[in-house]
């Protein structure tokens, strides 16, 4: 099936990290996404990983990936006001380049 | 370097109505997908154009249809409307090469329906 699972809601006190988890069926998904949405607004790529590494740091964000276990996490260390919005995690499948399969989202509000 | 633009915004139509949808990539991009966003449903797939080909389908009506041109745009059409299909309708565009499919999003046309 095309079921990405994520948790609805965090809140986070600002400079505190956040953590955001996912977890995805197909195993043989080659990339894996995440994607922020702030309110009235489109999908802003943040980062993605291949589906062979474990881990991928960029500035403020790790991604650490248990293929084994189909789960994703994206970290975000010194979580600003700016970073209060919605997170999808998405796949890609092997067999469609662009097609994404996306997690119903989750809903981060950073407390100042 | 522009965005992905999606035009118009907002709109407002009438049950039974069609609607056309347009959506123009980043200049180079030959991949044009769609998507619907609901509070229901999430994100879900609609279709993928490359080089004025559908190339990917996702499981949507008939009423659903699109194309794209030579210049890539892409443009996304909705037949006989329903109120279900208010939603926010989001483009992307991608390079398309390999499996990389690193999606640019517009900021999406919000439809409503009554």
Known sequence: GEDVEQSLFLSVREGDSSVINCTYTDSSSTYLYWYKQEPGAGLQLLTYIFSNMDMKQDQRLTVLLNKKDKHLSLRIADTQTGDSAIYFCAEARVYGNNRLAFGKGNQVVVIP | ?114
């Open chain 2, 1 to 114: 370097k522009a965005g992905v633009t999606q035009t118009p915004r907002y709109l407002i139509k009438t049950r039974g109505q069609q609607v056309t949808l347009s959506c123009s990539p980043i200049s180079g991009h030959r991949s044009v997908s769609w998507y619907q966003q609901t509070p229901g449903q999430g994100l879900q797939f609609l279709f993928e154009y490359f080089s004025e080909t559908q190339r990917n389908k996702g499981n949507f009506p008939g009423r659903f249809s699109g194309r794209q041109f030579s210049n890539s745009r892409s443009e996304m059409n909705v037949s006989t409307l329903e109120l279900g299909d208010s939603a926010l309708y989001l483009c992307a565009s991608s390079l398309a090469k390999g499996y990389t499919t690193e999606a640019f999003f517009g900021q999406g046309t919000r439809l409503t329906v009554v």
